[in-house]
């Protein structure tokens, strides 16, 4: 069993930026990827970004694309999340996910929030 620590969430004035991050605990894991899901009050979870932990490899939903950057530390089994530009729009609750062979790991959550 895997777990997920989040960190970074906060309350940031639009146009600002935050850093999430979410390091894994110790895992025996090969092929997986890891990124970011968010739920917005009255909506339903959707994805933000992910990565390819063997070759780096990103993908942003289309509504972060350019704003954000997903990148990862192999040593310390961490991911971030670099956003910037956020605006109200970016209000939710981030979970961290660990994605392999079916799978799915979840983090507690971290809330982001920009008023309006």
């Known amino acids: 069993q895997v777990q997920l620590v989040e960190s970074g969430g906060g309350l940031v004035q639009a146009g600002g930026s935050l850093r999430l991050s979410c390091a894994a605990s110790r895992h025996t894991f090969n092929s997986y990827t890891m990124g970011w899901f968010r739920q917005a009050p009255g909506k339903e979870r959707e994805f933000v970004a992910t990565i390819t932990w063997s070759d780096g490899n990103t993908l942003y939903a289309d509504s972060v694309k350019d704003r954000f950057t997903l990148f990862r530390d192999k040593v310390t089994n961490t991911i971030y999340l670099e956003m910037n530009s956020l605006t109200p729009e970016d209000t939710a609750v981030y979970y961290c996910?660990?994605?392999?062979?079916?799978?799915?790991?979840w983090g507690q959550g971290t809330q982001v929030t920009v008023p309006s």
């Open positions: 996910n660990l994605a392999v062979q079916g799978t799915d790991y």
